[in-house]
């Protein structure tokens, strides 16, 4: 880089200075502009590219984006909007083009008309995916020409230059991500497609599609989608709940872009329990919600509580209802579009603009008032689940308050199957969650009590998606979960809220056996975080136990193998690749292992590998978890003989 940066700075003028010691500082703390060098990392140089083609699609210049995956893990966007400026920018001296690709922030600066609103969590623009990559080459169609430049490690290789006609407009960027920086450099093609399904709803009409020149069929064709939403959020919502059973026949849409915060809202009541709210800021997802979610909160209250009021219905019922209760079974889908949005929370996915609130509030207040009014029959649906809910909730809370007096009564309040670790520094602290009393002996034997606790959970958990919420403080393994964690569940601005002030432990391992009960197991326990205690998912703190697959043995050598690969490495190693001179030994259980080799294998921080859990979008998490453990049974099997080949799901 030094040299590189040397050699060019002979040909440059000062403001040119700037400009490398700019993209020199997205090399050198690549975690900064884009969160970190993993894989979100290199996902991320995808969004930042494809948002600014969807900036230009909601000025209204362009209907279509192609996204493709090179053989060579390079990527490819391309966009039919006005095509970058190339002209001499007039303060720069150089061609925008260059501008925009090479100096931070400078995206669409110079154009004050232009509804500058996406950009990715971070916003850092193209000019970081520049810097970023070992090449990358940006082609215009603009004015009847087809411009060029082409950068390595974001700097310019030459100036702009025409190289022929066009009778089309769009841009179209090329680029290969650095390797000396990625510690991951494969695109995931799920991972691509679920966020370009996801930007199809959030911007109806926008065409999007996705190509993996990787992936190619028996006739050599590459493996493609296209994604593409008519409707917008109300297919976005029919979506997420194409796995429950509806309570009204359409979804609630609401849509305006009146005020001075475009705001659009679509929302469906289902027969389930749970509160499923989506939200968006400049296609961002507020995994932490914000105001925008706050405000409609409000106003779905206000409302709906008004309009019961004027119906009679709550005075016949004597029930307190409180907001929580106009949220059960609701699935809903918030999106607004904010100037200059600012971030908060713990993982920074919170939206805090104060205004933001209001606005949303007198949209949905408006507009769902129009509804009820309009939909008499589906208005009493509504307020009599919501009456159902109400009760519900009296009985969680006593359930709950019972729970919670039970643990100040008995002192530290610990579980008593809890075999906790001495350390007491949460972040030293790991927490393992394992399957039966049996596999829970072992791993109490085999671990380091000093930093390693255990917990062990006797068969199967509750499942949540089928359970109201006051059954989960009635569920013994669900009860000593939290209080091991030492997290709470309480009530802040009349929102359910997990309290971690108090966590006890920031690694939290799921622990199973490797077979299909296992893998139930843990699926249930994923539901239950994920319902429950989404932030610690968020914040990293979730890992699922590895346990190896198989043991080779011969004589006195022994080796340990997590997949097909390495058995057959082991085979190879010390049998000469002849099966039958080596003992194979399938481990289906944990119980099959003794504490010493569970301890080496699976626990020992030095050997062990864990899989850390994420969600890569909540929405696509919704989806996959109402589907495979709620009611409709169809839809699962048609998820299980898909991915059956896989029998792994991430998630
Ligand atoms: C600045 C100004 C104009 C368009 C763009 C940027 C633009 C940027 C990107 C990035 C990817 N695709 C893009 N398409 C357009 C407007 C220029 C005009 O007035 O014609």
Known sequence: MANEATLALNNYSAENIQVLEGLEAVRKRPAMYIGDTGFK?????????????????????????????????????????????????????????????TVLHAGGKFDKDTYKVSGGLHGVGVSCVNALSVDLRAEVHREGQVFEQEYKKGIPQYPVRAIGDASDTGTFIHFKPD????????????????????????????????????????????????????????????????????????????????????????????????????????????????????????????????????????????????????????????????????FEGQTKTKLGNSDVAGAVSQVVSEMLDNYLNEHPKEARTIVDKVLLAAKARIAARKAREMVQRKNVLTGTGLPGKLADCSETDPKQCELYLVEGDSAGGTAKQGRNRAFQAILPLRGKILNVEKAQEYRIYENEEIKNMFTAMGVQIGMVDDERALNIEKLRYHKIIIMTDADIDGSHIRTLILTFFFRYMKVLIEMGYIYIAQPPLYLIKKGKEERYCWDEAQREAAVLELGNGREESVNTQRYKGLGEMNAEQLWQTTMNPEHRSLKQVSIESAAEADHLFSMLMGDEVAPRREFIEKNAKYARVDV
């Open 41 to 101: 990392g290199l996902h991320h140089l995808i969004w930042e590219v494809v948002d600014n083609s969807i900036d230009e699609a909601m000025a209204g210049y362009c209907d279509t984006i192609h996204v493709i995956i090179e053989e060579d893990e390079s990527i490819t966007v391309r966009d039919n909007g006005r095509g970058i400026p190339t002209g001499i920018h007039t303060k720069e001296k150089r061609s925008a083009l260059e501008v925009v690709m």
């Open 179 to 342: 390797d000396s920086i990625f510690t991951v450099t494969e695109f995931k093609y799920e991972t691509v497609a679920t966020r370009l399904r996801e930007l199809s709803f959030l911007n109806k009409k926008l065409r999007l599609t996705l190509t993996d020149m990787r992936d190619l069929d028996d006739e050599g064709k590459p493996k493609y989608d296209e994604f593409y939403s008519e409707g917008g959020l109300v297919e976005f919502v029919t979506y997420l709940d194409n796995t429950r059973q509806p309570l009204i026949p359409e979804p609630i849409h609401m849509d305006s872009d009146k005020g001075a915060v475009p705001v659009e809202v679509s929302m469906m009541y289902n027969t389930s329990y749970s509160e499923n709210v989506v939200s968006y800021v400049n296609n961002i997802n507020t995994i932490e919600g914000g105001t925008h979610v706050s405000g409609f909160r409000a106003a779905l209250t206000r409302t709906l509580k008004s309009y019961a009021d004027k119906s009679g219905i709550l005075a016949k019922e004597k029930v307190e209802v409180s907001g929580d209760d106009f949220r059960e079974g609701l699935t809903a889908v918030i999106s607004v579009k904010v100037q200059e949005p600012q």
